[in-house]
């Protein structure tokens, strides 16, 4: 398991600008443990403290590191459809769950729907370069789903 992860690759997206990701080690690492983490799950929904110390090290995997991969998936493999990310605290960027940044926050307007909820109209730029329109649901913090605007 990975003590702390550094972004020790880098790839330039379609803007021309270089993003600092995890390196293909460390992701074909981090891939492999979720997947030995997935199977000793074995479809339960929760374990115990005694089960959790029994895994594996080869089995752990740490939100960072999850985190840390989906960001570096969102550059190399970029969605083509819905994708759920998460407001940042501050509004001014998606995350992943852990925090690590997706994109930047280019327009946003906050509004009440007719169910009572508050909801955030997004335009996001991706790190990897593309254009991104989606809802936010209930505000900072929350999360959002977003998907790219079509003919990039």
Same mark, same amino acid.
């Given at each position: 398991m990975t003590d702390t992860l550094? #972004? %020790?690759?880098? #790839?330039? %997206?379609?803007? /021309?600008?270089r993003i600092d990701i995890i390196s $293909? $080690?460390? =992701?074909? $690492?981090? =891939?492999a443990r979720s997947e030995r983490n997935r199977f000793y799950w074995a479809g339960r929904t929760c374990l115990t403290a005694e089960q959790? =110390?029994?895994m594996p090290d080869n089995a752990r995997v740490? %939100?960072?590191e #999850? /985190?840390?991969l989906e960001r570096r998936e969102f550059l190399l493999h970029p969605? @083509?459809?819905q994708y759920v990310c998460y407001l940042s605290d501050d509004g001014q960027h998606v995350t992943t769950w852990p925090g690590q940044i997706l994109g930047t926050? @280019? &327009?946003r307007h906050s509004y009440r729907s007719n169910m009572g909820d508050t909801r955030?109209?997004? %335009?996001?730029?991706?790190? $990897?370069? #593309?254009? &991104?329109?989606?809802?936010? &649901?209930g505000g900072n913090g929350m999360y959002a789903r977003i998907q790219p605007y079509k003919n990039q």
């Amino acid at each position: 398991m990975t003590d702390t992860l550094t #972004r %020790n690759a880098s #790839r330039t %997206n379609c803007l /021309g600008q270089r993003i600092d990701i995890i390196s $293909d $080690d460390d =992701a074909s $690492d981090i =891939a492999a443990r979720s997947e030995r983490n997935r199977f000793y799950w074995a479809g339960r929904t929760c374990l115990t403290a005694e089960q959790v =110390a029994a895994m594996p090290d080869n089995a752990r995997v740490t %939100n960072d590191e #999850r /985190g840390e991969l989906e960001r570096r998936e969102f550059l190399l493999h970029p969605p @083509t459809g819905q994708y759920v990310c998460y407001l940042s605290d501050d509004g001014q960027h998606v995350t992943t769950w852990p925090g690590q940044i997706l994109g930047t926050v @280019t &327009y946003r307007h906050s509004y009440r729907s007719n169910m009572g909820d508050t909801r955030v109209t997004l %335009n996001v730029t991706g790190i $990897d370069g #593309r254009k &991104y329109h989606g809802i936010g &649901y209930g505000g900072n913090g929350m999360y959002a789903r977003i998907q790219p605007y079509k003919n990039q």
